[in-house]
């Protein structure tokens, strides 16, 4: 999600894993555990301003 804030200026937010489930990914060779635990829930916002 993305908005105009003022002139120049643009405000985003976002959520990632919005549900909090568990998960893994496979490991490879190279790792002792068998799966690569993953984030959680994650939320993030940016502020860009162009002049």
Known sequence: MSSEVFAGA????????ATDQRYADPAGPA???EAV???GRTLHAR???QF
């Open 31 to 33: 790792f002792v555990q």
């Open 10 to 17: 643009d405000l985003s937010l976002g959520i990632r894993n």
């Open 37 to 39: 635990a993953r984030e």
């Open 47 to 49: 502020l860009s301003y």
